[in-house]
């Protein structure tokens, strides 16, 4: 085997267990935005079209709900996909798409748009080749995993990966020069994913990202993480 091939796969495997750590606080989420709402399971399954048990399931962290449950409860608690999967501690939903794109035309687009190729945008988002063939040719659906995979690989929201908002996460980023802390900070994490730093620091992906953006000022204990 040769050497670029190992790396591709050590990548894939390191992707996975990255991803796989924090998806387990989504049946968390759901479940605190059930009880903000007051209701219970079965009222909330009624809403959505679920079973109590499948919403019970989603709360124990036994099931990951699908995509179309995702963008559901994104509408129905009026958060974003983003916050309810624990990529963003800001709750309010990006503004609405005016298009009709899925899944699958949007990771099209973005695969286009940045000139990536299938073998790239896998082994990146932590996904199995022959699965996105399936998603981007045989109208199969991302699972919470990989969407979360496929945002990190085109450094977009989950929102925007599902169509839910026209808005690319990167149109909000404000502007940093190069010497500013936020601009070394860049530098500094340069070729690693935003998952793999906030594993190895125990800083949450958003914050990386407002001080990224220059929009909070990191602790000390910060500092001595990264």
């Known amino acids: ?39 219970s399971q079965s009222a909330l399954g009624k ?27 994104c509408s129905f608690f009026s958060v974003s996909a983003d916050y309810i999967l624990e990529l963003s501690e800001n709750e309010k939903p990006y503004e609405k798409s ?26 990146t988002g932590g ?8 998603i981007l040719n045989n109208g199969k659906k991302p699972d919470t995993t990989e969407l979360r995979g496929l945002a990190e690989c085109f450094n977009e929201s989950t929102d925007y990966v599902l169509g839910i908002t026209d808005v690319h996460m990167h149109q909000e980023a404000a502007y940093v ?15 690693y994913s935003e998952q793999e730093v906030s594993m190895e620091t125990n800083i949450p992906i958003w914050t ?9 000022i990191p ?6 993480s990264l």
């Open 1 to 39: 085997l040769s050497t670029q091939f190992m790396c591709d796969f050590l990548h894939f495997l390191c992707a996975i267990l990255i991803i796989n750590w924090r998806i387990n606080m989504i049946g968390d989420m759901i479940c605190k935005l059930r009880k903000q709402k007051e209701l």
């Open 47 to 73: 809403i959505l079209n679920l079973s109590a048990s499948a919403i019970g399931m989603y709360e124990q962290n036994r099931r990951l709900p699908d995509t179309d449950t995702i963008i559901k409860l």
């Open 98 to 123: 005016m298009r009709n794109d899925d899944v699958r035309n949007r990771i099209e687009q973005l695969m286009d748009e940045n000139e990536l190729d299938a073998g790239f945008v896998a082994s």
């Open 127 to 134: 996904i199995r080749k022959r699965r996105l063939l399936d």
């Open 177 to 191: 020069t190069p010497d500013s802390f936020p601009g070394r900070l860049r530098l500094l994490i340069d070729g």
């Open 208 to 216: 990386l990202r407002k001080l990224i953006n220059n929009e909070e």
């Open 219 to 224: 602790s000390m204990q910060m500092l001595c």
